[in-house]
């Protein structure tokens, strides 16, 4: 569980504050992603 290593490590504040910030950013851009494809392929048809 390297997250699970990371986020409990006592990492310096703003360093736990980014990784955190950087998941959020990578998940809401994977969804954006998704939902541009879904909605590209249901024009197509």
């Known amino acids: ?3 699970l290593d990371i986020f409990s490590s006592p ?3 703003g360093a736990q504050t980014f990784l955190i910030i ?3 950013l990578i998940g809401l851009g994977a ?3 998704a939902i ?3 909605s590209t392929f249901t024009k197509k048809k």
């Open 36 to 38: 541009d494809t879904r």
């Open 11 to 13: 990492l310096a504040g």
């Open 22 to 24: 950087v998941c959020v």
């Open 31 to 33: 969804g954006v992603t």
């Open 1 to 3: 569980m390297v997250l």
